[in-house]
């Protein structure tokens, strides 16, 4: 049985493409990608749809997530899709960042944000360096140290294919002091490629070497801006996950099905790196490792640092699933209650972000939510070195989620009243549009109107003086006849005789 939640990635939900009852066969959409920011799911096995419906779900809220259910068929059956890009060389970017999206690839150093969007973001800016980061996020992990081991060619195919898109003019992989089996590997598949641009970087094994910013602070000295990206200044960092999966998107076209997944702590028996596939119920993860050995404690997705507990062992592999890590009390004890803060500065002296945690932890405690964000709470990378330290036990990390939390949620509210404000002021000034072009009409009908019934009046009036006119040339030929009276006929002159006479008697013309 695998479960594949809808949302395994940073961004919108991925929509449904199937219903219950339907076969599917491994690498086929089950789910599409809904908005810019978001990702596909694939069936990572053949099978058929049982339900799709809340299960328990990997997060720190513990809250059930819409998921897609499959009852595997135990044959393993891949659709038959069309041979993949190997030509990648000659394919312009859109179209393989395309293909990456189709393919469903997040980031798999843990952050899960769509990879398609981070290159595409990163293709218009000038990429002078790329690092594939194969640096373990925290200690307990060492699920890329394994695969640098076992898939070095596959890592570096993955990064000519980055090249490929960003045109970078170096590139660095980063590896940790202790990664030396890992290092040979990866060298030998660097000499294969015969490209000197590629240079492998050991950094030191200090948490928390492998994020994205202190590992560019290390192997740069530059700073990422605060709020920023590291594409803001020329780099751009790939997890060599990452890079993998690429690779095996773009030349084989196998969309992100499966993950290399630590699993590890006193609380498993053999503990070791298993390749999962996605919807894999972390209780199966453990069995495969020999099942839990005694007195496990707790359950976390992630490392001791920034992993989170989850309530049961019927949650899947996502993902951004790095590590199940089982631990004891003896290895992990339960923090002693919250103390006072004493003011001692060791949480200041730990951050490798260079922020303030305690003047954080006093906004955020009182909800200062805008004086957080005036201390950078958004640079807070949530490593757990303060909260480490602290001497008061504050679970401080807990302080800063909830507050980024609140300020997600307050600006996504804010987004919704400014877009429904936009909306009511678009609809007025639309209907204002529309009574103004209205009224604007009548007033050219009206006056077309008034024109036509001028023209009807000076045809009237035209045809009354012409009337008169015609009258007048009568009257006047009558006139002028008396003159040429010797001209007539006795008879005429008797009747413009007779004529006369009546005039002068009744006053009026008597041929009118
Ligand atoms: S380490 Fe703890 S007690 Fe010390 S200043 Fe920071 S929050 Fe306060
Ligand atoms: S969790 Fe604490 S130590 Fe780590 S970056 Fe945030 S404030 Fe700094």
């Given at each position: 049985m695998l479960v594949l939640p809808l949302l395994q990635h940073i961004g919108e939900v991925a929509e449904c493409l199937v219903t219950p009852g339907e076969r599917v066969l491994k690498g086929q959409m089950i789910a599409a990608p809904r908005g810019d920011v978001s990702a596909p799911v694939h069936a990572s096995s053949s099978g058929t749809v049982v339900a799709i419906e809340p299960r328990p779900y990997p997060h720190p809220s513990g809250l059930p997530a819409p998921a897609i259910i499959i009852e595997t068929d135990?044959?393993?059956?891949?659709?038959?899709?069309?041979?993949?890009?190997?030509?990648?060389?000659?394919?312009?970017?859109?179209?393989?960042?395309?293909?990456?999206?189709?393919?469903?690839?997040?980031g798999l150093g843990g952050a899960g944000f769509p990879t398609q969007v981070k290159l595409g973001s990163s293709v218009y800016h000038n990429i002078e360096l790329l690092v594939i980061n194969g640096a373990e996020c925290e200690p307990y992990l060492s699920c890329d140290n394994r695969l640098m081991q076992e898939r070095a060619a596959e890592i570096l195919e993955g990064v000519r294919i980055l090249q490929h898109l960003l045109k970078p003019d170096n590139c660095i992989i980063a590896l940790e002091n202790h990664m030396g089996a890992a290092r040979e590997a990866m060298q030998v598949a660097v000499d294969n490629t015969a490209d000197r641009a590629i240079n492998l970087v050991s950094v030191p094994d200090i948490y928390p070497s492998g994020?994205?910013?202190?590992?560019?602070?290390?192997?740069?000295?530059?700073?990422?801006?605060?709020?920023?990206?590291?594409?803001?200044?020329?780099?751009?960092?790939?997890?060599?996950?990452?890079?993998?999966?690429?690779?095996?998107?773009?030349?084989?076209?196998?969309?992100?099905?499966?993950?290399?997944?630590?699993?590890?702590?006193?609380?498993?028996?053999?503990?070791?790196?298993?390749?999962?596939?996605?919807?894999?119920?972390?209780?199966?993860?453990?069995?495969?490792?020999?099942?839990?050995?005694?007195?496990?404690?707790?359950?976390?997705?992630?490392?001791?640092m920034m992993g989170f507990a989850v309530n049961t062992d019927n949650v899947p592999v996502?993902?951004?699933?790095?590590?199940?890590?089982?631990?004891?009390?003896?290895?992990?004890?339960?923090?002693?209650?919250?103390?006072?803060?004493i003011r001692c500065s060791k949480c200041t002296d730990v951050c490798p972000a260079d922020l303030l945690p305690q003047q954080l932890f006093w906004h955020a405690r009182s909800g200062n939510l805008d004086a957080a964000q005036d201390y950078n709470l958004?640079?807070?990378?949530?490593?757990?070195?303060?909260a480490y330290v602290c001497p008061s036990h504050i679970p401080l990390v807990q302080y800063y989620r909830h507050s980024k939390a609140e300020i997600w949620t307050r600006d996504r509210q804010k987004q919704a009243s400014d877009i429904a404000r936009r909306r009511h002021d678009a609809r007025k000034a639309r209907l204002e549009r529309i009574k103004q072009e209205r009224a604007e009409r009548l007033a050219r009908k009206?006056?077309?109107?008034?024109?036509?019934?001028?023209?009807?009046?000076?045809?009237?009036?035209?045809?009354?003086?012409?009337?008169?006119?015609?009258?007048?040339?009568?009257?006047?030929?009558?006139?002028?006849?008396?003159?040429?009276?010797?001209?007539?006929?006795?008879?005429?002159?008797?009747?413009?005789h007779e004529v006369d006479e009546r005039r002068q008697q009744s006053g009026k013309d008597p041929e009118q």
């Open positions: 135990g044959k393993d059956e891949w659709l038959d899709s069309e041979h993949g890009l190997a030509n990648y060389h000659e394919i312009e970017a859109a179209r393989l960042l395309d293909h990456i999206r189709q393919s469903g690839i997040v994020g994205e910013r202190q590992l560019i602070r290390i192997l740069t000295g530059k700073e990422v801006p605060s709020q920023g990206f590291p594409a803001d200044i020329g780099i751009l960092c790939q997890n060599v996950g990452t890079a993998t999966a690429i690779y095996q998107a773009v030349v084989h076209n196998r969309p992100l099905v499966s993950r290399i997944v630590t699993v590890t702590g006193a609380g498993v028996k053999q503990p070791c790196n298993l390749e999962a596939l996605i919807g894999t119920p972390f209780l199966d993860m453990i069995t495969a490792c020999g099942g839990y050995a005694d007195r496990v404690d707790r359950l976390l997705m992630g490392g001791p996502i993902k951004t699933t790095n590590c199940i890590l089982a631990v004891t009390r003896d290895e992990m004890p339960p923090p002693p209650p919250e103390q006072p803060c958004f640079d807070c990378i949530e490593c757990g070195c303060c009206k006056q077309q109107l008034g024109s036509s019934e001028d023209t009807a009046e000076n045809t009237r009036k035209a045809a009354i003086q012409a009337a008169l006119e015609r009258v007048r040339r009568k009257k006047a030929q009558t006139e002028i006849a008396p003159k040429n009276v010797d001209n007539l006929t006795a008879e005429q002159q008797q009747r413009i």
